[in-house]
């Protein structure tokens, strides 16, 4: 993918994650293309790319809207999710020390109320401890899954999953398997 369709994809996928676009909203590729001063072929690879990433959905002979999960999406999405990541939890309690399992505490400190996904101290927290399992294609598979669990759950976060997050790192600390697996499905099914 060329770096032009990139640029649009990136600034189309952070204006739709500030919220600059309603749920109505229509995007049509020569409107795009004229936004961004590129080719209606970049805007339509652009518009394409954040359908496979499930930020639009495309309408034939009427445009792309914004794509909205339905209840089953989000619970299959958080049901592999949690199978995805307690594995990550029991590499991590087998493969981390314990200095890099404190210095997620610093993560918690973070900026609150951040829009892009990524940029969420739950996002980060999660995919910190993901990587401590040491295992780079579950922490690929899983950042595809927490990107959208944390874009729809994004106002939603509030200071609780602080003290969920300190009760994950106490139990991966204490080497305590089943602790940390529970708190961690309590966290995500919260």
């Known amino acids: 993918?060329?770096?032009?369709?990139?640029?649009?994809?990136?600034?189309?996928?952070?204006?739709?994650l500030q919220g600059e676009f309603g749920p109505n909203d229509v995007f049509v590729e020569l409107d795009i293309a004229e936004k961004y001063g590129v080719s209606r072929g970049t805007a339509r690879e652009a518009l394409q790319k954040l359908c496979e990433s499930k930020f639009l959905i495309k309408m034939p002979r009427k445009g792309y809207f914004m794509y909205k999960f339905s209840p089953k999406e989000m619970a299959?999405?958080?049901?592999?999710?949690?199978?995805?990541e307690?594995?990550?939890?029991?590499?991590?309690?087998?493969?981390?020390?314990?200095?890099?399992?404190?210095?997620?505490?610093?993560?918690?400190?973070?900026?609150?109320?951040?829009?892009?996904?990524?940029n969420?101290?739950?996002?980060?927290?999660h995919m910190s401890l993901a990587r401590l399992s040491g295992n780079g294609i579950l922490c690929d598979m899983l950042g595809t899954i927490i990107d959208i669990s944390t874009r729809a759950a994004i106002n939603l976060t509030s200071d609780d999953?602080?003290?969920?997050?300190?009760?994950?790192?106490?139990?991966?600390?204490?080497?305590?398997?089943?602790m940390a697996c529970q708190k961690l499905r309590e966290d995500i099914n919260s």
Not at 76 to 84: E, S, Y
Not at 120 to 125: E, G, I, P, Y
């Open 1 to 16: 993918m060329s770096s032009v369709v990139e640029n649009v994809y990136d600034s189309m996928r952070e204006r739709i």
């Open 76 to 84: 299959d999405v958080n049901h592999l999710r949690c199978i995805l």
């Open 86 to 118: 307690t594995e990550a939890v029991k590499l991590s309690i087998v493969n981390a020390k314990d200095e890099e399992i404190r210095q997620l505490y610093q993560i918690l400190e973070g900026p609150k109320n951040e829009k892009l996904p990524e």
């Open 120 to 125: 969420t101290v739950n996002h980060q927290f």
């Open 161 to 178: 999953s602080k003290d969920s997050h300190k009760a994950i790192i106490e139990a991966v600390l204490a080497r305590d398997v089943d």
